[in-house]
């Protein structure tokens, strides 16, 4: 279950732990799926209070990083997913507590000093996205449950500023954990896009990680976003069978693959 989940994703921070609720939303459709019209407020920036979409439904869209700060392949997708998405509906991504400003070389290094606990929102070819200063540096660890904590608060001001109707989110399972509650707590859909597993990747180089305790747990951490989102997406039909046979994921995954028409 969920706080069977965040057990695994979570560091001891002081004792501190998160709670997840068991509550259940009805299942919906895709996450391209047209949803009932709403509008709100963006991001607040300097004096200015900008709409972002208003008119149209709107989709928070959760992830580690963004473009232009991190160049990477899973920022280059966040940007084409919701840049596409954007034409239709109203779509703003929420960046991990700490994005840019823990960056050890930001390759957009414009942006300003923020205070601990303190917002910004950035705009790049489009696409808006939140982020937030890290409040508890959770001794270094990227998971902790007062991190977490934050990164629910932060979904949870975006989620409500904008009205959305889908709370989306791409990996790990901490990011979709965390959209998971935000969602069931605002009476929001949930969604979750697995883009890959960690694990995975340390398998291609060691084998011998695959009868690890952190292997198991790892792969365990997925297992319970995967099953109670409303709707699930992963990158490949090789990773969607993955987490069906190895995972026993038993519910349909819609296959979302790199260069998808939107």
């Not at 991504?93 to 823990?102: A, D, K, L, N, R």
């Not at 709370?167 to 954990?177: E, F, K, L, M, V």
């Amino acid at each position: 279950d969920s706080q069977r989940a965040l057990d695994e994703i979570t560091t001891a921070c002081d004792g501190d732990t998160l709670l997840v609720s068991s509550k259940k939303a009805p299942l919906t459709g895709a996450l391209l799926a047209a949803a009932d019209s709403s509008s709100g407020r963006g991001q607040t920036e300097a004096t200015q209070e900008p709409v972002v979409g208003a008119g149209k439904p709107a989709i928070t869209y959760v992830a580690f990083e963004s473009l232009p700060f991190s160049i990477a392949g899973y920022n280059t997708r966040t940007f084409g997913l919701t840049s596409a998405l954007a034409e239709k509906l109203s779509v703003e991504v929420v960046t991990s507590p700490g994005f840019p400003w823990t960056l050890p070389s930001p390759q957009d290094s414009d942006f300003p000093d923020v205070a601990p606990g303190g917002a910004w929102s950035s705009l790049h070819q489009g696409v808006r996205a939140r982020h937030r200063q890290l409040q508890h540096l959770c001794n270094g660890t990227v998971n902790c449950a007062r991190r977490l904590q934050e990164f629910e608060h932060h979904v949870t001001e975006a989620a409500e500023s904008i009205d959305a109707t889908n709370i989306h989110a791409a990996s790990t399972a901490s990011n979709g954990q965390v959209a998971l509650r935000v969602a069931r707590k605002l009476g929001r859909r949930a969604s979750y896009e697995v883009r890959g597993l960690w694990m995975l990747s340390q398998l291609a180089e060691d084998p011998t990680v695959i009868g690890t305790a952190g292997f198991r747990r790892a792969l365990q951490a997925e297992v319970p976003t995967a099953h109670e989102v409303d709707e699930l997406f992963a990158i490949s039909s090789e990773l969607a069978a993955f987490l069906q046979d190895v995972g026993r994921v038993e519910r349909p995954i819609t296959v979302l693959p790199n260069g998808v028409n939107t």
